[in-house]
């Protein structure tokens, strides 16, 4: 399984919060084998934007959604977990574009 969050660049906890959701994963004999990160607000560029929406699509930037998916056919993912809670939609968009189911961190809860 892959993990994907969404963090604030002032979140100094994301790493902490992927480590919670790899041991939820693991507690139902998952394995992790990547963890995706996007930081919103990281760069000058970024930190402009930080007001702007989220893609209510994929709630990741395209390019990063792009990187998620390549890295789960080269690995073979047979799921994504989101650290955030998704939508059907978000769901289905996502899980067309990584070739896996993808669930949230509240599915595994």
Known sequence: MALVGLFSAKDDEFEGKLDLLASLVEARG???VGRHVQ???VSSGGADKMGDP???RTLLSPGRAREVA???RQRGVGAVVFAHPLTDHQRAVLRDMFGCPVLSGEDLR
């Open 30 to 32: 998952g394995q992790v």
């Open 39 to 41: 930081r919103r607000g």
């Open 54 to 56: 989220l893609s209510r």
């Open 70 to 72: 390549e890295a789960c």
